[in-house]
């Protein structure tokens, strides 16, 4: 089958629908390809919490300069600016697609790059704009909701979406020029060729390509129940799609490469936690992850200020470079009291808890009903270190100097809060195996600040382009471990190659 | 009754993980699978409450 459009974008999640958005505002034949039968992104499985800078120069430069400064100065300032400016529009599509945003927080202009406004979900420096929650329809996630609407919505204004059907190349001219893709219906094995002059890749990460991920990332997948050795990953999302057929593309068109890292939180792995999607959680245990208290590695070394253990970018990054990346959360009787009694000192905003319920009962039903391995209740440490792995004398020794720290208010290691100081002295003791999690990863395409996909010579390949979690290296410079993706960078950079491929579109017309 | 699941489905897993009695994940085939062909008349009440929770709208119920 030959077909012809303007432009074909690679992918439906939130940076594909923004292009599409984007071209058809300007009257162009959009066709989007996803290789899954169904649309979406890795989003789809994501509640989520927007971020949405307000179209305001003031509060756009000050977003500008606290990210810029924040890449070490190593991101591509020119896609810096591209989020920026065009982050506004996100808020302004979503309720376009009869979704309602419910503002949680606003920011003026000098509350900008104030860690006290992250409130700890996202990394501190996002404080950069104002927060909106999407509530999904049913239990269900905000995103799935916005990819469905959305596809309706490019539908009804006359683009096409080719479900069930991957791009398996990218063609050019002689000049190498984008000219045309091939792809194939995985149902019918039709093979598709299309004529178009710009194509966007907004295809997401590599999560699922199992030796991409060793390769590019160091992370080592394992099974559901995180038993194997080395580096191990738990992935979030089995069934996202994303092997990292968008970056395979631009690098075999010269495309540069760039860092790509994973973008993560902190989970305990194995039965009786979290469902296929970790948004749905079967017991109180998940809300425990999030806590202050202490937390080691195999060691039995503290590796962190826990007061920003609610912060899933410093904590997954933390984890990901200890020992075998694995950590231990460990809390005695006293602050299993406390968390029962008083109530958490974190909680996590997706399941508000005030106070834990029968913690002992909880993790009896993981270890002797689900079989978790990576959850422990003990009555002494000897016992704890025996059943866990954690090195005994390393942990004692912590011990000592951190209970020290308690009694005397003040941590002088890390500077940890010191109402969040609690010792572990009185069994019995509770521990739980803590790895990162992923969500995605970021980084593969280089692009400039058109978001078009660049050579290692800094030329563009006329007509490619590249938007959402592919391209992040450039947000972020070197990105590291935990380094947020997510929703709200997606749409701008898909905005704004949208834009982009329309500006050439039009000046080749 | 029978239970269907719509194409735009977008395999979430929230079904499988509140209602496992009656969905299941098939990832080989990229599917959520539902576990009966014509439903027992005492798991009416969780399809019912299925597809209320569904993410998008995918879950049908026929009678």
């Known amino acids: 089958m030959r077909l012809k459009t303007d432009l074909v974008i690679m992918g439906s999640g939130m940076a594909g629908i923004s292009a599409a958005d984007a071209a058809l505002a300007r009257g162009k034949k959009v066709m989007v390809f996803e290789k899954k039968p169904y649309q979406g992104g890795a989003v789809s499985n994501c509640p989520i919490a927007y971020l949405s800078i307000r179209n305001d120069k003031d509060f756009q430069n000050a977003a500008f300069h606290l990210l810029y400064e924040y890449s070490n100065y190593n991101a591509n300032p020119s896609v810096i600016r591209q989020y920026v400016n065009n982050s506004w529009r996100t808020k302004e599509y979503i309720e376009r697609l009869g979704i309602k945003m419910i503002p949680t927080q606003k920011l003026e202009l000098e509350d900008i790059g104030n860690p006290k406004y992250a409130d700890g979900f996202p990394p501190a420096i996002m404080a950069h704009g104002d927060f909106y929650l999407v509530p999904g329809r049913g239990k269900g996630h905000g995103g799935a909701l916005i990819c469905l609407n959305a596809m309706k919505d490019i539908i009804k204004r006359g683009g096409q979406y080719m479900l069930n059907t991957p791009i398996t190349d990218i063609l050019v001219d002689e000049n190498g020029k984008v000219n045309g893709v091939k792809a194939v219906n995985n149902e019918t094995k039709e093979e598709i060729e299309v004529e178009c002059e710009a194509v966007i890749i907004a295809s997401g990460g590599i999560m699922e390509d199992r030796e991409m991920m060793k390769k590019y990332t160091g992370f080592t997948f394992t099974d559901y129940n995180c038993s194997g050795d080395g580096n191990v990953l738990f992935n979030c999302y089995p069934n996202s799609g994303q092997t990292g057929d968008g970056q395979k593309l631009a690098w075999k068109l010269g495309g540069a490469q760039t860092a790509i890292a994973v973008s993560g939180h902190n989970l305990v792995p194995g039965p009786g936690i979290v469902a296929s999607s970790p948004w749905i959680v079967y017991n109180e245990t998940r809300t425990i992850q999030e806590q202050p208290y202490l937390w080691v590695n195999k060691n039995g070394e503290r590796f962190i200020d826990e007061s920003i253990s609610n912060n899933h970018m410093a904590i997954s990054t933390g984890i990901s470079n200890q020992p075998n990346g694995e950590s231990y959360i460990v809390f005695d009787e006293d602050t299993r009291r406390h968390l029962e009694e008083d109530g958490v000192d974190y909680m996590y905003f997706i399941f508000p808890v005030e106070k834990l319920t029968d913690i002992p009962g909880q993790f009896k039903t993981l270890i002797n009903e689900k079989g978790n391995k990576h959850v422990f209740m003990t009555d002494t440490i000897e016992e704890l270190c025996t059943q866990s792995g954690i090195d005994q004398a390393g942990l004692e020794e912590t011990l000592d100097r951190y209970n020290g720290y308690c009694d005397n208010g003040e941590d002088e290691e890390f500077g940890k809060d010191a109402k969040y100081l609690r010792p572990v002295r009185k069994g019995p003791f509770y521990a739980m195996r803590v790895f990162c999690a992923g969500y995605d990863t970021i980084g593969g395409i280089k692009v400039n600040g058109k978001m078009q996909v660049i050579r290692e010579d800094g030329k563009a390949i006329p007509g490619l382009y590249a938007a959402g979690d592919n391209m992040m290296s450039e947000f972020y410079g070197n990105p590291p471990t935990g380094g947020s993706a997510g929703a709200y960078f997606a749409m701008p950079f898909g905005f704004a190659a949208g834009d982009s491929a329309c500006d050439y579109l039009e000046k080749n017309a | ?63």
């Open chain 2, 1 to 63: 009754m029978k239970v269907e699941i719509k194409e735009y489905c977008v395999r979430c897993g929230i079904c499988v993980g509140l209602y496992p009695q009656l969905f299941a994940h098939n990832f080989d085939k990229d599917c959520i699978e539902v576990k009966y062909d014509e439903l027992p008349a005492d798991l009416e009440e969780t399809a019912k409450n299925a597809a209320r929770d569904c993410a998008v709208t995918a879950i049908y119920l026929k009678k």
